[in-house]
């Protein structure tokens, strides 16, 4: 399937104290499809360190999943992985987790266990022939312990933990008894039962109402506190992503178009995208009456991309010739930010100047 | 425009039973939604906001009669003249009446019939109304087109569109037979942020330059705060609270509401959070706790809670709040001076 078997080991990195838990290094996904290929991600790169939380936000199609697939090498079958991600240890070399067999024990052994995953979809992520219990219980034995018994008490625990009314009795239920958010969390105490070092969130509150979504949040942040584990945290909402990551990057069309820490981003937003994602959501306590500043356009299919600027023909500050013609590169902009965008200095002076008519050129 | 509301609701219960035993004996009953009232006045957007399984989505479909509620009045006034109660009519009435109300669902994949084109599927509710065929075509162009859709597309079948696309087809669909009273349920939250804003606007311009009067369900606060006049909460089944838009976000009177607007994350790191994290769980519809539901998970509650419920009530000039200490509690809205001095008991 992928032609990188040499690569399981890379020891460029020493251990360093400030070592990455991941890395993930010119990540290149391509899924060959009948209507052409589709680059689901295009060169991305980015690194987790222990404890912390970086948020990945985009748009459905930009790529953030796969990204999270590739990482458990769960990503499609037919889709062609190229470049490294790497699994940093403090005691041994790092695993490049695109070089494992799909069979290798070690593979096993990160994947669900110290990198879970809670996915998107509560309904399709349950085996449906299965009770709860059963599913909890198989990563709690497989990850945790042996005795029956006591991983019965575990998963009673955790499913208690993630706010599930009557927990003993929920472990015989199938998933279909329960609500998609009862789901939802049902699905989020299986990921953190193994206890993982990284924990890949894909849209988990998504589907839950506020109030259960702060809970989950806060839940979240309270076990990150405890166990010390980082998150990929992948959402498309803002407001969810400046409560729980510490860094960000914005992904458009397979590629991240803006990196920085939390802070820096929602106060000044380089790419016009960012900054057109972040003018298109209602703030709540902020009306204005006003029609809402879209971005024009739909969310394109990254089918037989050119090599342009993904965001060109959406973007209101395009240079025709230039961005049209050329991939703008991720560049340091600031200390600690990146952008891909020719025209970012421009974006963020006409912003500066004038906040409403930004985006009318 | 006439100062009769559009829709009076008083009352209106759905309650499903819940079987039990081997002879599927009556046991209790789901109230989805119990003996809810209000007003929606012509032109007026009134949101309607609770998390999942606390009725809106079943109160609206009453409304629109895609189910039967068990009872109450639901006086719907389309036009001088006409006046039904959707909540007792007929099969005839409601056919009468049905051009003059119209929903646009959350999901606008399976919303739409796969099979049909979308000038057949904007056509449909005209067809219904056994509108002559060249009308049909004339008027499903015209309205393609003020949902931003190009009329050179209709031929096409919906997985042609993207979901932002489909969206526009479905609230063409509803708008098609020029109704009063559209009922909006969940109508971006399945789409993208960049496409959700661009929906948004076309749901406000056309509610504006038609004058339509909207029920705009939906769980984002932020989303109802944009488009709404006044907002109703709903909790197991009930409105506990009903207000302006912006006296409700200011100053709102219920702790559930108040709850529920501190727990809009948003996407400004200079704000503190101060999410009210609420203990437990939404009470079930189907054995909600004594005295006011929300009491088990209220931070403010008091023996009274327990035992007795409190109506809706007018607590200052039209904010209705269900809460035997509307006007003692000092709440915490998101707004954070209002202008108005309405605010201050």
Redesign the interface.
Known sequence: MDELGDRTMDMTDSASTNQPLLEVKDLRVVLPLLEGNLVAADGVSFAIRPGRTLGLVGESGCGKTITAQSILKIAPRKARTDGRILLHYADRPATDIIGLGADDPELLKIRGGECAMIFQEPMTSFSPVHTIGNQLMETILLHRTRHRREAHDLAVAMLAKVGIPAPAETLKKYPHHLSGGMRQRAMIAMALASQPRLLIADEPTTALDVTVQAQVLRLMKDLQHDLGMAILYISHDLGVIARMADEVAVMYMGSIVEQAAVRDLLRTPMHPYTRGLMASVPRIGKKSGEPLQSIKGNVPVPINKPRACGFFPRCPVAIEGVCDRVVPPLTPVAAGHSAACFRYSEVVAAAGLDQGGANVH | MSTDPLLKVVGLKKYYPIESGPLRRVTGHVKAVDDVSFELARGEVLGLVG???CGKTTLGRCIVRAIDPTGGVAQFVPEGGITVDLAAAGKRELREVRRYMNMVFQDPFSSLSPRMTVREIIGEPLRAQKVPSHEITEKVERIAQMCGLNPAHLSRYPNAF????RQRICIARALVTDPVLVVADEPVSAL???????I??LL??LQQELGLSFIFVA?D???V??IANRVAVMYVGKIVELSD??DL?ARPRHPYTE???????????D?A?E?I??G???ASAANPPSGCYFHPRCRYAREVCQSDAPPLREVVSGHFAACHFAESLQLK????EPEKEQGVP
């Not at chain 2, 993208?192 to 661009?198: L, N």
């Not at chain 2, 809205?333 to 954070?336: L, N, T």
Request: no cysteine; charged share 15%; hydrophobic share 35%.
């Open positions: 998390e999942s399984g993207s979901g932002g696309q993208d942020v960049s496409i959700q804003a661009q948004l606007n406000q311009r769980h606060l932020s989303v705060e944009h838009t912006e976000y709850a529920l607007l501190s727990a809009v994350p948003q996407p400004d790191p704000v959070d999410t994290i609420l437990g769980e939404v809205g998101v707004v954070p």
